[in-house]
């Protein structure tokens, strides 16, 4: 019953704005974390943003900071990413995953979504 769902990916410009979402089944929210990676063609699955779900604590990637947003919605079981500013080498896969600990590596997390592409043109 542990499902994670992604949505919000597409192809559009440099410079334009997505919100990707990642609807959880309530009982993924045992985790702790709730996290986004992103994987691009050729290169590993890399993190991109968490946030401790009781607090809203967040944390993020050096390469993201200051365009991309990661927020909370408790009474939709729901994590966003708000992605400003796009670049073309944003353009990945992106995953919603669960970890149970703050974790920046992809074997900490538990469950994971199926991905939603970003593709960001010049």
């Known amino acids: 019953q542990v499902q994670l769902v992604e949505s919000g990916g597409g192809l559009v410009q440099a410079g334009v704005s997505l919100r990707l979402s990642c609807v959880a089944s309530?009982?993924?929210?045992?985790?702790?974390?709730m996290g986004w990676f992103r994987q691009a063609p050729g290169k590993e699955r890399e993190f991109v943003a968490a946030i401790r779900w009781s607090l809203g604590v967040t944390y993020y990637a050096e390469s993201v900071k200051g365009r991309f947003t990661i927020s909370r919605d408790n009474a939709k079981n729901t994590v966003s990413l708000q992605m400003n500013s796009l670049k073309p080498e944003d353009t990945a896969v992106y995953y919603c995953?669960?970890?149970?600990?703050?974790?920046?590596?992809?074997?900490?997390?538990?469950?994971w979504g199926q991905g939603t592409q970003v593709t960001v043109s010049s």
């Open positions: 309530r009982r993924t929210f045992r985790s702790y974390y």
């Open positions: 995953a669960a970890a149970e600990q703050l974790s920046f590596l992809t074997s900490r997390y538990n469950y």
